[in-house]
């Protein structure tokens, strides 16, 4: 494998404040061309990790190339190639959207045609030709994040990190932004580094790494991931009162009298998991039946990512 493969290397990279560990270790690599998703959960080490791929943040330990530059030795080489929004990026609310635009393209030292063209792409690429002249403050969500992206990539960067840039989007919205992220990779070869809490959004990147608590706990596709991590079948049950049905589920649990591994609440649906699903759904009928809690029949089902990560993170 060469440098031409990755995007991104990294080798036990780790960052400490003070006595505690942010970021502990961490290993991965990222080829070229690809979605790769960082996920965790809050205060799990994913900024960190990330300002310190950008430069921002210098390591405590351990090594980082990106494109082939090493982060530490060669910061300015990086920074010209890559694109970054942050977690609470910022339009300036008092300027139009052009002149947001204008702004960031003079940050990254363009100017005269490079400029206008660069600008007239983002426009067209966020969908945002007809709003030149609205101000930040009038942008509605969806368009927001869809024109910070546009900030991230006026100077065509061949790598683009984006911080939970879908944060507090509604699901419409999410989804035309993910469908500019696939654009962006398969028409202009671009690489993205992604964090998210989404996991429909995880479901959508090639690679993924979990981090917990510093730490990554496990690492590969979305598909991959489900098959080598998941210890055990996922049962679903859909009970008529599921705060009654967990109550009840979770004592027999703790008396032996159900064979789970774990059992968690998603909505109005139970989840367990369990090794041996045949006997986990007869003593599941037999507590619910006894306590007087309704239920369809339950289902064995195809694990999602969130069952994934919580069974990496037991
Ligand atoms: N400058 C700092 N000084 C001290 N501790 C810090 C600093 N920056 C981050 N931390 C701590 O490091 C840990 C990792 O923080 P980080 O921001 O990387 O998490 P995260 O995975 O991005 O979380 P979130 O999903 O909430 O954005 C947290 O416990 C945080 O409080
Ligand atoms: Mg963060």
Redesign the pocket.
């Known amino acids: 494998m060469t440098e031409d493969t990755f995007a991104i290397q990294t080798e036990k990279l780790s960052k400490r404040?003070?006595h505690?560990v942010?970021?502990n270790s961490v290993t991965f690599n990222v080829r070229r061309g690809t979605i790769f998703g960082f996920l965790?959960?809050?205060?799990?080490?994913?900024?960190?990790?990330m300002r310190m791929l950008l430069g921002l943040l210098r390591p405590s330990g351990g090594k980082a190339k990106i494109l082939g530059y090493d982060v530490a030795h060669q910061p300015r080489a990086v920074k010209k190639r890559i694109g970054y929004m942050s977690?609470r990026f910022s339009l300036y609310d008092d300027l139009t959207v052009e002149e947001n635009l204008l702004f960031f393209g003079r940050t990254y030292g363009l100017r005269g045609a490079r400029l206008r063209e660069r600008i007239q792409y983002a426009l067209r690429m966020a969908d945002l030709i007809g709003r030149e002249q609205t101000p930040g403050r009038e942008l509605a969500g969806g368009f927001r994040q869809r024109m910070a992206l546009g900030a991230a990539i006026l100077h065509d960067p061949e790598l683009i990190f984006l911080?939970?840039p879908t944060a507090g989007v509604d699901p419409v919205s999410r989804r035309s932004f993910w469908e500019l992220l696939y654009q962006l990779v398969n028409d202009e070869g671009v690489t993205i580094f992604v964090?998210t809490?989404y996991m429909d959004e995880a479901e959508q990147c090639q690679e993924l790494a979990f981090?917990h608590g510093?730490q990554i706990v496990a690492q590969g596709s979305p598909a991959d991931l489900k098959v080598t991590l998941m210890r055990g079948v996922v049962i679903e049950l859909t009970p008529d009162d599921p705060p009654e049905a967990m109550r009840l589920l979770k004592e027999a649990s703790a008396a032996g009298a159900l064979r789970v591994d774990d059992i968690a609440l998603y909505g109005a649906q139970i989840h367990l998991v369990a090794q041996d699903a045949a006997q986990a759904q007869q003593q599941l009928a037999e507590v619910l039946t006894t306590g007087g809690v309704q239920f369809d029949p339950p289902d064995v089902i195809r694990p999602s990512l969130e069952d994934v990560f919580l069974s990496a993170i037991r």
């Open positions: 404040f003070g505690f942010a970021v965790g959960p809050n205060g799990a080490g994913k900024t960190t990790t977690q911080d939970e964090t809490h981090i510093g």
